[in-house]
């Protein structure tokens, strides 16, 4: 199964969120084929956050990051600097 790993800082997460969660937000998720995320905030410093996202295949992904929207999107919601971006294969899951 394929996924996105980004790291990332905003300058706000309140401020930040509402955008990620506004309805351009989530058609723009859905346009890019985004099937479902985690999104987890660094202890200690609730404006850096983890996202890990499902997708369809990497290559799709990839387009989406890389597209000319995302990035608009990305610096008008008050994140700064380029996302760390691992693109992953889940390779086993497992519950203890």
């Known amino acids: 199964m394929p996924f996105t790993m980004a790291v990332f800082e905003v300058d706000d997460y309140a401020k930040w969120k509402a955008e990620f969660d506004a309805e351009d937000g989530v058609n ?41 929207e995302f990035q608009k999107v990305h610096e008008q919601s008050g994140a700064f600097g380029e996302p760390v971006v691992y693109f992953v294969e889940e390779i086993e899951k497992r519950s203890v």
Do not use: C
Request: hydrophobic letters at 35%; a negative charge.
């Open 28 to 68: 723009l998720r859905n346009r890019g084929q985004m099937k479902s995320y985690h999104l987890f905030q660094v202890e200690g410093n609730p404006n850096k956050l983890a996202m890990l996202s499902e997708w369809d295949d990497l290559d799709t992904a990839r387009e989406f990051i890389q597209s000319e």
